[in-house]
């Protein structure tokens, strides 16, 4: 039996970090690399990608506003032209509330982990209820969820939220095919989040099965996991494109909230992605005090790239521990059924990650020449061909 206390690893960066000059990652992001001038190769990555999409440019714009009339014309006749992902955050609601602006016609899909909080569902009840949207929910049957939740937090790996990810992407696909749609919107925005390192973030179908597999206890029966061949029929058969229309869009995430707020009487939820209480626990609990990742330093990141905030006050910021919603900690032990003294061992045990267990990133590294067309005809975004396929950690 060991000690209830956690050994918090939440990363500070002080005099003696070596950081990159135009953002505040340091040396202990994965596969980070410094230029002559300092500049980190995330940095790098960025203004690539700016210059690759034009971001916020007149061409940009042009751009996008030509693949706007394309997904009017593919969707003609059809009830819907577009499908959108709400979560009830900032960039999902935005996105789709522009979509209605753009004359676009779509339905909105929302997965439900189960572990919404209530201003969630509330957001997306009033952005969607206003705009008369219909919404294509799947909700996972809630002990199924735990399970697979329970099954990541005890095979000491960070992505504990990952299968929220594919199976929000699964059950957008099949919205999407189930109404004939070619084209799925992400309110994705490389500018306002950055870009994360692979080696906290890596999740495939393979890896949430076979994990499962490993320490779940119950059946998958309703959870919308993605394998390899459903993934295949997505891009290569059913070829639903994927579009980041705030890849090339001007972009504000302040002034977007300052307008759902006042429009839509949409309310904050308080800090980056925590409008889930299991997305809260990841970024708030989980990933700083087991594994000493503070992942604000992407969107502080973001932030000094942008001229929103200097490097010393997003230091300042990443240096603080991050906020804890008073109840979440006992909400999380009691839905996974853990004891304390449980809880105490796993945050203090091993951390493991993907490269621990089997998953399609072999495959996908194989077929990096394929990725790259599939990338540049949008049906995988470009950020999937970047990390998913390259061989370092990235
Ligand atoms: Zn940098």
Not at 230 to 256: Q, T
Not at 298 to 322: C, F, H, M, T, W
Not at 354 to 374: A, G, M, Q, S, V
Request: proline residues 4%; hydrophobic residues 35%; charged residues 25%.
């Amino acid at each position: 039996m060991g000690k209830l206390e956690i050994v918090n690893r939440k990363p500070v960066i002080d005099s003696h970090s070596k950081i990159c000059t135009t953002c505040i990652y340091d040396e202990n992001v994965p596969a980070i690399k410094f230029d002559d001038d300092g500049v980190c190769n995330y940095c790098k990555m960025i203004e690539d990608l700016k210059t690759q999409y034009k971001t916020a440019t007149p061409e940009g714009e042009k751009d996008f506003f030509e693949i706007v009339e394309q997904i009017k014309k593919h969707g003609n006749g059809k009830k819907y032209d577009c499908v959108v992902g709400v979560s009830g955050g900032t960039d999902s609601s935005y996105m789709i509330i522009k979509a209605v602006e753009w004359g676009l016609r779509p339905l909105a899909v929302h997965y439900d982990n189960t572990w919404n909080t209530a201003i969630a569902t509330e957001n997306i009840r009033k952005i969607l209820g206003k705009l008369n949207i219909d919404l294509y929910t799947h909700v996972v049957d809630n002990k199924e969820a735990d399970d697979i939740f329970k099954s990541f937090f005890l095979a000491n790996v960070p992505e504990i939220d990952g299968p929220t990810d594919i199976a929000l992407a699964e059950t957008l696909y099949r919205a999407a095919s189930k109404f004939g749609v070619k084209y799925i919107l992400e309110g994705h925005s490389f500018i306002a989040e950055g870009v994360s390192p692979l080696s906290s973030a890596y999740v495939d179908g393979a890896y949430i099965k076979n994990i499962h597999k490993m320490f779940g206890k119950i059946k998958m029966k309703t959870f919308p996991n993605m394998n390899f061949a459903s993934f295949m029929k997505w891009i290569l058969v059913k070829r639903i494109k994927k579009i980041r229309p705030l890849w090339y869009i001007p972009y504000s995430k302040k002034d977007a909230q300052a307008f759902l707020e006042k429009e839509y009487d949409w309310k904050y939820y308080g800090g980056h992605h925590l409008e889930n209480r299991m997305t809260a626990f990841n970024h708030s609990v989980y990933f700083p005090q087991k594994f000493g990742i503070d992942q604000r330093n992407n969107s502080l990141s973001a932030s000094v790239r942008a001229g929103l905030l200097s490097q010393k006050e997003a230091i300042n910021e990443y240096n603080s521990n991050p906020l804890v919603e008073d109840d979440l900690i006992g909400y999380f032990k009691k839905r996974l059924n853990l004891t304390d003294q449980k809880y105490a061992d796993i945050m203090n045990g091993d951390r493991k990650t993907y490269r621990d267990y089997p998953t399609y990133k072999k495959r996908f590294e194989k077929l990096r020449p394929l990725f790259f067309i599939l990338a540049k005809a949008n049906l995988v975004p470009m950020s999937f061909y970047i990390k998913y396929t390259s061989k370092s950690e990235m």
